[in-house]
Every structure is written in C-alpha cells, then in structure tokens.
C-alpha cells in the first residue's frame, strides 16, 4: 500500500514522535501499459509540457484539467457540480479530452473500478491528492512506501510506543465477549462508580477497562448475512529474479532513490483492448518494491499485483500482467518469476451496527492500493469519544520519549492498534 | 557533542534500546529480571512474543534508561526479531553454558545482527547459567578481569559440572567478532549488572537519545546513525507547514 505525501498518517506520525522508529522510501515512477510497452506517466504539469508525444492542443486541454485538480478551490467546485459523472465522460464533455489521454489520467486516480464506475468525485479527488502531494518532502515524488513490509511496520511502531509510554499489549488472546457492568460489581467499586465494561478474554481472563476498540475482527460483533455483497479483490505476490532497474530512474535531482513503482494496466489491456465492459477486467495494478524496501533479497525485487475482482473472475489475471510485464522489457536474460502467490481479499460493506457504549468499532479498510485518510479519521473520532471526559489531549501529540525526567510513566492513552 | 546543551540538567540521561536474543530457555528473561527487579524465578515460563522493561543505570557522567526488548526464543517467534533489533543500539546475544546448540544459535543472531540492525550496534554476547557449572567463579572469568567466587548452589542435579562450553569458546569466538562478553548467573546474579554497565559504557556517547526538554519543535534529525541517501525525510521540505491535513 503506498502512502500519499498528503497523507493524514504523516503528519500525526511525526506529531506523535513514532516516525523515528520509521523509514519511509519514495515511491517512483507511474507506468502505464499501452498494447505491448510501458509508458511512463508525466508526473508534474512540468513533465507533462516536456512530453513530445502528446500534440499541442492536447496538451491544452489537459493543462487545463490539471490546473483545475490541482487547485484546492477549483477542483472542490468541479466535484459538487459533476462529482457523480463517470470520470471519463466528465474529461470527455468538459475537456475534450481525447481516450487515449483519459486512460492515462484514470491511472493516476489509482481507481481499482472500470472507467465508468469511476466516479468524478473520486476520480478528483486522487488526483488532487497526488498532484498536491509530489514535492511535499523532496522534489519530484508523491507518495511513500514505508520501508521493511508495509503498514504492519506502523501498527507494530505503534503497539511499541505503547508498552514504552506504560501500555501493556498481549499477543495471542483474543476478546471472547464484551459486557457493561452497571451496578452488580458494586463490592470493590472506585470513587464514582463510571460504567465499566466487562471484557472475557478468549483464556478465560477477566478484565475491565472503560472503554474497547477495535475493528470487527477484533470485537465480538453480530454477524449479518451479507454474503452478496462482500466486494473481492485479487492479490498476488511475486519475486523476481532480476532488480528491473529500468522501472526506477532517479527521480528528480536531490530526491531520494526510487523504492517503487506503479504499474497500470487499463482496463481490457490485458486482452488487446477489449472494450465492451461487460467482458473487460479492472484496472490491473502492479506495484514493484525494490530490494532496498527490505522485503526480498538484493538482486531481486518483489511485485504485488491487485485487482478488483470482477464476474467472471479471472484467477490467472495477476499472473498473466506480471509475465506481460516481464516480456515488456530489455532485461537480459529475461526476468523470471523466482515465487508467487496468489490469494483474494473480501471486504464486507461497511455496516452501522450498533455496539454498546464505549465500545469503538473501527471500520474495515477496504483493500485498496492506498491509504485513505478515513482509516486514521476513524480513529481520531474514537480517539476524541474516549478522551472527551478528560482534558482532550491533541491528537496523536507526544512529548519526545526520550525525556525521563517527568516522571515514570506518561499515560499516553494508547489504544490497542492490531 | 550534539545538541541538547541544557544548562538546567544535573546529569545527562539517555535512553539506549537494548534488544535481548538467544535461543529458547537460555534465561533472557531471567537476565532481564534480575536486571531490573533483582529476582530470580524458576520455571519462569516463555516469552510470548516480547516483553518490554526498563532500568535506569547510573554512570559517573551520566544516566543510562535502558529500554529493554526481551524477545521471545521459541522459533515460532524468529522472524518478529527483525522488529525489536532495528533501531537498537545494543543486543545481548544469550546462550546457556551447558547446552552447546545455544552457542550455534547465538552465532546465528550475532551474524543477523551485523548484517541487519543497525551499523555501531554494541553486542554482548552472555553465556548464561554459570551456577550449573563447577566452580562457578573460578574459572568464569568475565571480562571486567577480577570475579568474586559465587557459590554455585550445586542445583544443577547430581551437583557435577554441566558446563558444556568453555569460557574461551566464547571468548575467542567474542574477541573475533568484536563483542563484549560475560559468562552470568541469572540465579545468583553474577555479573548481571555488569553486562549492562559494559553496554552503557561501551555506547558512544554520539549514538546516545539524549532527552530533548524543549520538544515542541523536535526536528529529531541526526538521531538514526548511517541513514542511506534514500530514506525520506518526513520532518525535511517543507512538510509539516500544512498540519492537519483534511482530517
């Protein structure tokens, strides 16, 4: 998952000091497959007016659209009054905006859906972001991996925070049930007897705090017979054989070293360009990690494929677009693939179930190639329900860890993040 | 040095991450725990996972608050260890003296440290359960040189000497690597304390977090050590000028 510059996450990981015990690395290059070869995606209005192979008036037009992505006003405007349009019609009747160009701008919306289940309002919105977002910490890119495997690599940074800041966090037990306590606990009751919740764990252990978080997979929740409509996305990871260096060329003059790239593979693509969308695929989207992510031994480098999965679906998908990017390039010999695997990802619809008082249910995040800022919008508003009684702390605002002369321990609310 | 001349403090405190690796049973939290609570439990059972600690150690100049990553040695747990080693400035590779496949396993991690946790990281390398061996302070000499003789209780059944591992196994093997090295007795604390103190000693004062008490602006910068040119720098540009975000 990469991590736009503009990300909520950032600035609350430096606010909250835990970025020190983090590495993030740049995120390259956008590529996008045209018949048999990538092309690589101008990144900046800047690029895009050095590029030869679009023609001048075209180049105009999506000028235009970009200044309006760009700005903050324009692009907020142009959401409320065409937001619901399919992005691709919207380019089309307000830009001119030949298919061909439409494609490539599609891809930087890093929507998983076909063009015209993608909506203006989204489509808008992701490009905004990640116009806005390239230069914000170094010139020429706009999104960050971080490094060693991901965003388990920020959970885990988190709970460490936690046990340093007095936290206590127990792997292997899981909540068994959750139980407001009113009155009956009456024998040993503190000052002004607050509700407390009455938390099982699976071990049989009793315990009781004031309040529980948690996502679904963490708090007992009644199950709904939603089967349907449970979204589905492809994934696979492979290793490859080879660095692919020719997918990361620096990325500007005294930025960092590129760790990843974006593939896209449009819509139908990968059939030639089928173009009827009852039979096309989704957006195929490779995202290719080099060994420096610390996920693959040097010499080689990793590449995980996503797709929505549509119906029918197409179980060799993935790896059919990683061979056709393989052979897409001059590597000699030709890269292989050294390990794959492949699995699906089910993503329930966000329900409103109702939990009990001060038990927080965080939202499942929707398996997507980026992350939204909602995630970490949900757990400010459980954060504020928490600490509202209290003196409301800031968000995700520590003193430096470092300091010992405050005292032993600094209650620093940590919640438990799984 | 580096930054943090405050006038105000008495005496410089840092905090240093100590890792704690070695195979299963060794007694890396019974090292842990006579460290930090001076005690000793027998049976104590395995570590889940990890657990963490911490122990203040004075030194004459300064302040030492050891955050201390007790992992877990059971080899279902081998592969969290790359996340409790990274950003350490210290490990305490641990084997047990009487079982000679822990000395194997302790070079593994020694080597995985070198090649993974970050360069300038102090590693000691203990062999614990020096009162199961005979004699047990008369041979085990340690490297801060002289060694008050420990009575070595004989608990260890039949009372003969289970040593398996000669103190100059480890210390040749210790001296090749570049490592501190200790022989300890968790049970009877035999230079438990001084492990930590040779660590707390050996950390260049650069590599030290020293506490910042100004905060607010924190630019925490220079504090990771040999940080590649391709690591993004979340606090540089001119990032955090929008806070908040859309949030």
Known sequence: MLIYNRSNLLPALVSSKVYQQLEFLAVGSWWIYDKTTFKKIPSSREDVVND???????????????????????HLAAIEEHGSEPFPAYLQSQFKISEQLQVTLLALTMSPNLPSNTLTSNALTNIHRHLTSVGLFGPGFGAVIPKWGGLAEVAQVACRAGAVGGGVYVLGRGIENTET?????????????????????????????????????????EQQDIAEEVERVSRSISIISSPLDELFPPIAEGAPLPAAAVMVFPSGSLDGGETKEATMHAPVHLMVHTA????????????????????????????????????????????????????????????TSKSPDNVFLCQDIFPSLVLEDDVLRDVRSIWESITEKDAKPPFMTFEDREGMDSGEKDDDGDEDIS | MVDSGNASAPKPSSSVKLVLLGEAAVGKSSLVLRFVNNAFQENKEPTIGAAFLTQKTALPT????????????QERFASLAPMYYRNAQSALVVYDLTKPTSLIKAKHWVAELQRQASPGIVIALVGNKLDLTKGAGGE????????????????????????????????????????????TSAKSGVNVQEVFTAIANAIPETQMKTSRQGAGGGAGGGTQAALGSDRVNLTGGKGEAKEGCAC
């Open chain 2, 140 to 183: 085990a000499a340690a490297l801060p040189a002289e060694e008050e003789g420990v009575e070595g209780e004989g608990e260890g059944e039949g009372d003969g000497d289970a040593r398996k591992i000669t103190t100059q196994e480890g210390r040749s093997y210790a001296e090749e690597e570049g490592l501190l090295f200790f022989e």
């Open chain 1, 292 to 351: 420096e992510s610390g996920e693959c031994p040097a010499g080689q480098c990793i590449i995980y494929g996503h797709t929505a999965t549509t119906t029918p679906s197409r179980p060799s998908l993935l790896s059919f677009a990683v061979s056709k990017l393989l052979e897409s390039l001059t590597v000699q010999p030709q890269a292989q693939v050294i390990w794959s695997m492949q699995y699906q990802q089910c993503h329930p619809p966000s329900t």
């Open chain 2, 62 to 73: 300064r302040t030492i608050k050891f955050e201390i990553w007790d992992t877990a040695g």
């Open chain 1, 181 to 221: 306590t009113s009155d009956k606990e009456h024998e040993h009751d503190d000052e002004d007897a607050e509700p407390m919740i009455q938390i099982r764990l699976t071990d049989g252990e009793k315990i009781k705090s004031k309040a529980v978080g948690g996502s679904s997979y963490d708090l007992p929740v």
């Open chain 1, 52 to 74: 030869q192979s679009i023609d001048l008036r075209a180049k105009r037009n999506v000028m235009r659209f970009l200044q309006l992505a760009a700005s903050p006003e324009s």
